[in-house]
C-alpha cells in the first residue's frame, strides 16, 4: 500500500486573511500556532480536523513580504480533498456565498486559495467521523472535508520522479510533465514540500538507510517534537518529507485546546520570551 500524505507546508502572505479562508470558509480547525523550526522569526500554522490527525494537515508559512511565484522546472501544484458522496452542491454554493471564484467540472470543483494555491475538491464515499469532525463551524458533519487526497508533480520527467518515489514506498504519484529548464521561483501560494506518513520511528529509520545506502542527499533528519522528520530532495530537487505520527500535536495541548496557544517544541521552550518579543504581541 503507497504512503498517504502526512501534510503539505506551502507559504501565504498574511495570517488573518489566511485564516479566515482556512478556519471561516472551509471549515479546518487550528490546531497548532507555532514557529518554523529552522526560522523562528516565521510563524507556521498548522490547520487540519478536530483532533489535528496527520492526513488531513494543511501547514503554512507565513512571509509578510513574500512576492509572486514563478512555476517552472518543478513543482508541487494542485491539492486535492477529500469531500463525502453529494456534497459537491453545498461546496459550490457555500464557495459562491464567500465570493470564491469556483470552476465546477462533472466531479470536481477547482479553486484557489488567497495567495493562489490551488485546490480540486473531490468526492469519496465516506465521511468524517464524528469524533474528527469539526465544531465550530457551520458546516454540517456530512459535508466537511475528510482529508488530502492527492497533489499533483509538475516535473520534466514522469517517470524518473515515480521511481524515486517508489523507493521511498509512495505508490500513487499524480505528475504532468514540464518543459521549462528555469528554475521555479517560490513565491506565495508555492508548497514549499509535500510529507509522508511513516508509522513509527523504526519505519523512519529503515527510510533514512535507504536513502544513505542509493546515495541520496538526506537534506535533515530532526526531531520537531511534534514528530520526527525525514528530508530528501527528488530529482528535481522537489523537497520530499516522511514524519511519523508521534507524539503528534497534543504533545503541550489537549485535544479541545489545540491551536488556543502559541506553542514551542520543548527543545524552543528555553527561547519562548526571545521568540514572543520578537513577534511583538501579534501572536495569539
Known sequence: MSKRIHHISAFIKDFETSHYFYQDVLGYKFVKNTVNQANVKMRHLFYGDYEGNPGTLLTFFEIPRIG????????????????????????????????????????????????????????????????????????PRN????????VVYHVPDAGKAKSF??????????????????????????IDHV?????????????????????IEVEEYVDRGYFISLYVRDPFGLRIEFANVTPGFTLDESVDELGTHFSLPPFLEPRRTEIENYFGGKIK
Open 68 to 139: 509572486k511565484s514563478y512555476n517552472k522546472k518543478a513543482y508541487f501544484g494542485q491539492v486535492t480533498l477529500a469531500v463525502p458522496k453529494n456534497s459537491l452542491n453545498f461546496w459550490y454554493e457555500r464557495l459562491k456565498s464567500f465570493e470564491v471564484e469556483t470552476e465546477r467540472l462533472e466531479n470536481q470543483l477547482i479553486f484557489s486559495d488567497p495567495d493562489g494555491l490551488t485546490f480540486a475538491l473531490s468526492e469519496v464515499s465516506e465521511e468524517i467521523t464524528e469524533r474528527n469532525a469539526t465544531r465550530h463551524t457551520d458546516i
Open 143 to 150: 459535508k466537511q472535508i475528510i482529508r488530502i487526497l492527492d
Open 165 to 190: 518515489l517508489a523507493g521511498f514506498g509512495v505508490n500513487e504519484v499524480t505528475t504532468r510533465q514540464t518543459l521549462s529548464k528555469e528554475k521555479t521561483r517560490f513565491g506565495r501560494g508555492t
Open 195 to 215: 510529507a509522508y506518513e511513516a508509522a513509527t520511528k523504526e519505519e523512519l529509520d529503515a527510510l533514512y538507510e535507504f536513502a544513505q545506502t542509493n546515495d
